[in-house]
């Protein structure tokens, strides 16, 4: 999927990755064209969210390798909102402005421009007057506006979101698909985890299709196939949590 001569902004090579030994993705071969928008989809612990936590160095592989085009630093990473401290003490404006930590540093003040920038980017995701808030006492749309904030201040040419629209309501999911949207028109590369397979197809041109090994790849109506969805959910079901690395030799880049 990547045009002749241009460097993919993420290349997966023979890619194995897992826990304590056990494999949850198996062999995956494909490129994610610079500028692509992809969601990662498939039954519930198919792989999706270990994939991504690889690419953010918070697992290694267990065999195989991927390249990423411009490094870690390129990466803007939005995790599962289950996995965020809500009882952390800190308002609104603070979280967001973290999204500016590669440049004030951990110890940093903010410019002025850059507290101008904060509040561009909660007027952005529609949560202008919330700057004091405390994320505690937020909804979980909110919340996720706040992250989304958070993620525009990062500037990344890579987004890589998990379940971004999962337990939000139908507004926040329009508003965010729409941010989603813009950044892809303004030429960053997207890999998103998602579970409306509606909502992939409507907006989503390119996808993934793992069951704990890749089941398809490439643009949407092809790999959103009944044949293809049935197989994965045969792959998902027949899965052996205790099995060890298989060894076959790594197959040809998913079609």
Same mark, same amino acid.
Request: with cysteine; hydrophobic share 45%; proline share 5%.
């Given at each position: ?9 993420v290349?997966?090579?023979? #890619?194995?990755?897992g ?5 949850? @993705?198996? =062999?995956?071969? /494909? ?5 692509? !928008? ?24 267990? $065999? ?16 599962q909102q ?8 800190? /308002? @609104?404006?603070d979280?967001?402005?973290? %999204?500016?930590?590669? *440049?004030?540093?951990?110890f940093?003040?903010?410019r ?21 808030? $405390?994320? %505690?006492? #937020?909804?979980?749309? $909110?919340?996720?506006?706040?992250r ?5 201040l990062?500037?990344?040419?890579l ?17 965010l @698909? ?5 950044? =892809? ?11 409306n ?7 989503f041109?390119? /996808? !993934?299709?793992?069951?704990? *090994?890749?089941?398809?790849f ?8 009944? *044949?293809r ?5 045969? #792959? ?9 690395? /298989? =060894? ?8």
């Amino acid at each position: 999927m990547t045009a002749t001569g241009t460097v993919p902004a993420v290349r997966f090579e023979n #890619l194995t990755l897992g826990y304590d030994r056990h494999p949850a @993705v198996h =062999h995956l071969s /494909c490129e994610i064209a610079s500028g692509a !928008l992809v969601a990662v989809v498939g039954p519930n612990g198919a792989g999706k969210s270990t994939l991504l936590k690889a690419l953010v160095g918070e697992l290694s592989p267990l $065999q195989g390798s991927f390249r990423l085009k411009n490094g870690r630093d390129g990466i803007a990473y939005l995790p599962q909102q289950s996995e965020l401290d809500r009882s952390f003490p800190v /308002c @609104v404006f603070d979280m967001v402005a973290m %999204g500016l930590w590669r *440049e004030i540093g951990a110890f940093g003040r903010l410019r002025r421009e850059q507290a101008q920038r904060v509040e561009a980017a909660l007027t952005a995701v529609g949560l202008s007057g919330f700057e004091s808030r $405390q994320i %505690g006492a #937020l909804s979980g749309g $909110q919340l996720q506006r706040a992250r989304f904030a958070r993620m525009m201040l990062q500037d990344a040419p890579l987004l890589l979101l998990d379940e971004p629209f999962n337990a939000i309501d139908a507004r926040t999911i329009e508003d965010l @698909v729409a941010l989603v949207v813009g950044w =892809h028109a303004e030429g960053r590369t997207i890999l998103a985890v998602l579970h409306n397979l509606e909502l992939v197809r409507r907006h989503f041109p390119d /996808c !993934l299709l793992l069951a704990r *090994e890749p089941v398809g790849f490439g643009k949407t109506s092809d790999v959103l196939t009944p *044949e293809r969805l049935a197989a994965a959910r045969r #792959l998902a079901s027949e899965f052996d949590a205790a099995a060890g690395i /298989c =060894h076959r030799h790594p197959a040809a880049e998913v079609a």
